[in-house]
C-alpha cells in the first residue's frame, strides 16, 4: 500500500476542524488555534503512554514504535491521534540524528520537523535570551526591585543555544571593561533543557504562560530576596515573544494519520513530554491519543506520570514499554558490537532489567504492554524468551515492525494496545503518584530514587543541602521533582546497565524552576549542555541539488 502526504487541510478536516481552526505553515504543516481546546471532544480521549527500558547507545526505537502504533491502529479502523515532542537541533546534528521516527514509521514533513520546523524552539530560545539580556541590564544600570539590587554574583538565569556544545557549559561574560557590562561567570543550557520549554510545555493559555514565566526566579539581590523575571519587567515580552509557539503543530505520519507535535524537552535532564495543550487536543480529538515520554521509563515516564499528570488532570489506560532484543542483551552485559547476535545467556541476564521496569508499571495501577522494535537477525527463540518473562508480571507482548514495514507491522501491537485499553472503565484508572506533595523536597527524591530505581539511599551534597534550605526558605518545597539523571541506566552511573540494586543516588545540586513548577535534582556528571561525538551526525548531513537534505532520517 502507497501513501502520499495529504495537503494539512484535509489531515484537519478528517479531525472535524475548519480552515479557521488552523493556521497552515506551507502544504505540510499547520498551527492548531488554542480555541480548538474549548470546542466539544470529538473523541473519547482515551490516553496511551509509550515509554522505554534504559536506552543503549543504539537507541531501541520508541518514536518509531511510537508512529508505527499510530499507524498500525488506523489500519484497524482507530480514530487514533498521535502527540510527540519536536526534536531539538542538538540531538540531530549530535549522535542521535532526526527524531521524526525512521523507515516507513515516520512524520512529513521530516526534514521541516527535525529542522526549524514552524520555529518554536528558536522562539523559546529567543525569550530564554531575552531574559538574560533583560536581567544583565538590570545589573549593568543597578535597577532597583522589590527588596533591593540584584547581585551580580548571585545570578542564577543563565543563557540557552538549541545545540550541542561543550564549550559554553562554563564561559566569562562581560569582558573588555564596564563599557561591555558588569564580567561574571555564565553558563548556557541546550535549549530543551530551559525552564522557558518546560513552562511552555506545561502551559495551560496565554494568562497561564505570562503568570509562569513572571515567576521564574533570575537570581538574588545583595540581601539575599529572589529576584523574578516579572519584577525586572521581562514576562510580557517573552510572552509576545511565545505567542504562536504555544500554538501546537499539526503534521501527519507516513501513512497520512494526524499528529499533533509540540515543544521538546529532554527526558534525562527535563521532563520529556509534549506539552499538556498537544496531549488534551489529542485526546478530544481522537478515541486513542497516543504519547510517549523521553528515555527510559525511570525518566520521561516517571515524570509523565508525576508532574505532567498530576497537572492536567490526566492518567494514562495502559503503558506501552519499547524494547530491542539488543539492548535487553546489553543490559545483560552484551558489548555493543555483538549485542546484535543471538545469546540466550545474556537475553536471559537482561530480562532482570525489563521486569524492574515492568513492576513499576504495574505499581502505577497501569497495564504495561511490551513492543518488542524487531530487528532482522532476532530470532523466535529469543522473542519467546521475553514473552514468558513477561508474562510472569501480567504483560502482553507484541513484536513491531514498523521501520520495515510501516502500519502494517504494527498490526499485532495496535491490536493488543486497543484490547487493553477498550477493556477498562468508561473512566482511566485512578491516578497513583510515587510521592505526595506535601512530603519534604528530601523524601519526594528519595521515593523516586528508592522505588523507580530501586536504590538503596540518596545523599545530598552540601550544596545541595544550602539550595534545598534555600528552595524552602522561598516557599517552594512542596513542588514536584524533576530528576536530571543518565537515561543510560537505572542508576546515577551511565556504566551501570541491567537491574543494579543496594546503590546509592547522589544529588549534587537541586535547582528551582519556579515557572514550571517544579524542582531539578542534578545527579551524577549529568550536564544540561550536551556535547557532540568525535563523529557528530552533522556531518552525513547534506543539502542536495533538488532541494531534499539527505542524512537527516534514520534510513538515509
Not at 94 to 106: F, H, I, L, Q
Not at 243 to 248: E, F, H, I
Not at 257 to 277: E, K, R, W
Request: glycine share 12%.
Amino acid at each position: 500500500m502507497t501513501f502520499s502526504p495529504r495537503p494539512i487541510v484535509d489531515v484537519a478536516k478528517e479531525l472535524g476542524l475548519s480552515e479557521s481552526d488552523i493556521e497552515p505553515y506551507g502544504r505540510g504543516k499547520a498551527k492548531l488555534e488554542l480555541s480548538t481546546l474549548t470546542q466539544p471532544a470529538r473523541g473519547k480521549g482515551r490516553l496511551v503512554l509509550v515509554t522505554a527500558i534504559n536506552p543503549t547507545p543504539a537507541g531501541e526505537g520508541k518514536t518509531t514504535t511510537s508512529i508505527g502504533l499510530a499507524m498500525g491502529m488506523r489500519r484497524l479502523g482507530k480514530n487514533a491521534v498521535l502527540a510527540l515532542r519536536e526534536p531539538s537541533l542538538g540531538p540531530v546534528f549530535g549522535v542521535k540524528g532526526g527524531g521524526t521516527g525512521g523507515g516507513k514509521a515516520s512524520l512529513v514533513p521530516a526534514d521541516d520537523i527535525n529542522l526549524h520546523f514552524t520555529g518554536d524552539i528558536h522562539a523559546i530560545t529567543t525569550a530564554h535570551n531575552l531574559l538574560s539580556a533583560l536581567v544583565d541590564n538590570t545589573v549593568y544600570f543597578r535597577d532597583q526591585v522589590e527588596g533591593g539590587t540584584l547581585d551580580p554574583r548571585q545570578v542564577t538565569w543563565g543563557r540557552a543555544l538549541d545545540m550541542n556544545d561543550r564549550f559554553l557549559r562554563r564561559c566569562v561574560v562581560g569582558m573588555g571593561g564596564k563599557a561591555h557590562g558588569v564580567m561574571r561567570e555564565e553558563r548556557f543550557d541546550i535549549t530543551a533543557a530551559s525552564e522557558i520549554m518546560a513552562i511552555l510545555s506545561l502551559a495551560t493559555g496565554y494568562e497561564d504562560l505570562e503568570q509562569r514565566l513572571a515567576r521564574v526566579v533570575v537570581g538574588s539581590t545583595y540581601e539575599g530576596k529572589a529576584v523574578t523575571a516579572g519584577e525586572i519587567g521581562a514576562a510580557g515580552a517573552m510572552t509576545a515573544v511565545l505567542r504562536d509557539a504555544l500554538k501546537p503543530n499539526l503534521v501527519q505520519t507516513a501513512e497520512g494519520g494526524p499528529a499533533v507535535v509540540h515543544c521538546g524537552p529532554f527526558g534525562n535532564i527535563a521532563h520529556g513530554c509534549n506539552s499538556v495543550l498537544a496531549t488534551r487536543l489529542a485526546m478530544n480529538l481522537g478515541d486513542y491519543a497516543i504519547t510517549e515520554a523521553g528515555f527510559g521509563f525511570d525518566l520521561g515516564g516517571e515524570k509523565f506520570l508525576n508532574i505532567k499528570c498530576r497537572q492536567a488532570g490526566i492518567w494514562p489506560r495502559a503503558i506501552v514499554l519499547v524494547a530491542t532484543l539488543r539492548a535487553l542483551k546489553m543490559h545483560g552485559g552484551a558489548p555493543v558490537k555483538t549485542a546484535g547476535a543471538p545469546d540466550a545467556a545474556r537475553l536471559e541476564q537482561g530480562l532482570a532489567h525489563l521486569e524492574k521496569h515492568l513492576e513499576n508499571a504495574r505499581g502505577y495501577g497501569l497495564t504495561p504492554i511490551v513492543a518488542i522494535n524487531v530487528f532482522p537477525n532476532d530470532t523466535k527463540d529469543e522473542l519467546e524468551m521475553v514473552e514468558k518473562a513477561a508474562a510472569k508480571l501480567g504483560a502482553r507482548v507484541a513484536a513491531c515492525e514498523g521501520f520495515r514495514r510501516g502500519g502494517e507491522g504494527a498490526m499485532d501491537l495496535a491490536r493488543i494496545v486497543a484490547e487493553v485499553v477498550d477493556a477498562t472503565d468508561a473512566a482511566p484508572p485512578a491516578a497513583q503518584y510515587t510521592y505526595e506533595l506535601a512530603d519534604a523536597p528530601e523524601e519526594k527524591i528519595r521515593k523516586i530514587a528508592r522505588t523507580i530505581y530501586g536504590a538503596k539511599d540518596v545523599v545530598f551534597t552540601s550544596l545541595a543541602d544550602k539550595n534545598l534550605e534555600r528552595i524552602r526558605g522561598l516557599g517552594y518545597e512542596k513542588l514536584p521533582i524533576c530528576v536530571a539523571k543518565t537515561q543510560l541506566s537505572l542508576t546515577d552511573d551511565p556504566t551501570k546497565p541491567g537491574r543494579p540494586r543496594d546503590f546509592t543516588i547522589t544529588v549534587r545540586e537541586v535547582r528551582l524552576s519556579a515557572g514550571a513548577g517544579f524542582l531539578v535534582p542534578l545527579t551524577g556528571e549529568m550536564m544540561t549542555m550536551p556535547g557532540l561525538p568525535k563523529v557528530p551526525a552533522a556531518r552525513g548531513v547534506k543539502l542536495l541539488p533538488d532541494g531534499k537534505i539527505k542524512g537527516l532520517m534514520q534510513n538515509d
